[in-house]
């Protein structure tokens, strides 16, 4: 997930019947294929279901224009090649004083925390995109809960860094994990203690050991933990930055690390460049594709092998996730 303002367009990118079929042949094609990279960025480029996922943040704002079809979103992406797409991500920092942590933290403290709590939410009051970002992020949520379905998670220590507002901390917690965590945002992760308590009051079984939720950026969560886990954070960060994420996590972890990134494949990255086309109010923040090749090396730099990966792509939702383990 993430965001990039532009809250008057949204990328319709081909017609409803045919948008929902190679949709639905998209998320088929992700679940099926686990190494998926190539054969995704060639499925996405000859299906309409790309919005990248900065393109949905843009369209989780609501309103929009079409772009017809996949064939005119590259050449639109051609013409896009030659403008500057820094600029606006410039004045977006400057406007956090150059910080990006902090204009992160910023948004997800205010418009960023309404919009979000919402897609992670239950609420019907969220428009399709909305809800189609939602079904998408569950599914990767899921995955994750998968992979560890045949752990005993009892006193399995978790560290889950950008918690939000709990998707993932919340259920491995009431599996028995012993969780820290945290996020940037005082008011996501307030929000997961929150649901974790109305979770508990309506009858659920605590963990033995009560879950801790703070307000940290990542590069400040410490101590050793069984798993670390952080997912769809990483689109915030520009790779250099990402580099130093992933081995501060690794440091963290004695064993198993799981983390998600918005995928830079061709297709994807034509589509942010259309999102960043048309410029909104300043309330959104930049997004960052990352190549899965830089992302692995940094992680066997940090001494993590990848065991498992996923694909996970609804319309307006795409995140590639990897389970690794300390080799
Ligand atoms: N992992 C959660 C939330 C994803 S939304 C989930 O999958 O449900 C992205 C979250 O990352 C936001 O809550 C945002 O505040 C947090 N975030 C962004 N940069 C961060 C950083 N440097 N350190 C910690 N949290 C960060």
């Not at 902090?102 to 997800?108: G, H, I, P």
């Not at 930055?241 to 081995?247: F, K, L, P, Y």
């Amino acid at each position: 997930m993430s965001a990039v303002s532009c809250s008057s367009v949204r990328a319709t990118v081909a017609p409803k019947a045919v948008a929902k079929r190679d949709a639905a042949k998209a998320a088929k094609t992700a679940k099926s294929v686990s190494l998926a990279t190539p054969a995704f960025a060639a499925a996405s480029l000859t299906g309409p279901a790309f919005a990248a996922t900065e393109a949905l943040s843009q369209t989780a704002d609501g309103v929009g224009v079409a772009v017809g079809g996949a064939a005119a979103v590259a050449a639109v992406g051609g013409l896009l090649i030659a403008t500057d797409p820094n600029k606006r991500r410039e004045d977006m920092k400057s406007s956090a004083g150059g910080d990006e942590a902090k204009s992160v933290a910023d948004y997800f403290n205010s418009t960023g925390f309404e919009r979000w709590n919402k897609i992670y939410g239950e609420t019907d009051d969220v428009n399709k995109v909305q809800m189609d970002i939602r079904v998408g992020h569950q599914q990767t949520v899921d995955k994750v809960l998968d992979w560890t379905a045949g752990m005993d998670m009892n006193g399995v220590t978790v560290c889950d860094a950008g918690c939000g507002t709990g998707s993932l901390a919340i259920p491995l917690a009431l599996r028995g994990a012993s969780i820290a965590a945290s996020d940037i945002s005082s008011a996501m992760v307030g929000e997961a203690e929150q649901r974790y308590n109305a979770e508990v009051a309506a009858g659920k079984k605590a963990p033995a050991v009560a879950p801790k939720f703070e307000a940290l950026g990542l590069e400040e969560c410490s101590g050793k933990y069984n798993m670390v886990t952080c997912i769809d954070v990483m689109i915030h960060y520009p790779t250099d930055r990402v580099n130093g994420m992933i081995s501060h996590l690794a440091s963290l972890s004695d064993d198993k690390l799981v983390i998600s990134f918005a995928p830079k494949t061709m297709a994807y990255s034509i589509l942010k460049r259309v999102g960043e086309l048309f410029p909104g109010p300043s309330k959104a923040t930049r997004a960052y594709l990352h190549a899965e090749e830089d992302v692995e090396e940094a992680l066997n730099a940090a001494g993590f092998k990848v065991t498992r990966r996923e694909m996970t792509a609804t319309q307006f939702y795409f995140s590639r996730l990897l389970e690794c383990e300390r080799v």
